[in-house]
């Protein structure tokens, strides 16, 4: 029961892909029969068409069916904006803001020395 499942499953999958071969498997088995009733040029048996104007004309109608589904979905899948781009507004200020504003920096430290000078240092044996 699983493998028949399974099967089944694969052949939905890939039943789009199949489709043009089923068309084709139908033309080569029914190929008389075509070039008989339904092909285009059977009044004029010097063209020797036997029918592949037929199997054309049908690939090329299943290709614009498959088009116009494709384009379909694709105008009804709904829209994600993943990333935007922010409004960004730049204010500048003018050079008068800077002149009026001055920094006084004081330093508590007269020499500054790394913690990890003495921490990097092997032990001292004597």
Do not use: H
């Amino acid at each position: 029961m699983r493998s028949f499942l399974a099967y089944l499953l694969l052949f939905s999958v890939m039943m789009p892909t199949i489709s043009p071969w089923g068309t084709i498997a139908y033309f080569r088995l029914n190929r008389e029969n075509i070039a008989r009733t339904l092909c285009e040029n059977r009044e004029r048996p010097l063209a020797m068409c036997y029918g592949r104007c037929y199997l054309a004309k049908v690939l090329k109608q299943q290709k614009e069916q498959e088009d116009k589904e494709t384009a379909q979905r694709l105008q009804n899948l709904p829209l994600y904006q993943l990333f935007t781009q922010a409004e960004i507004q730049f204010a500048f200020i003018s050079k008068d803001f800077f002149q009026i504003v001055k920094a006084c920096f004081s330093y508590q430290l007269v020499w500054y020395t790394a913690p990890g000078s003495c921490l990097l240092r092997p032990p001292k044996f004597s």
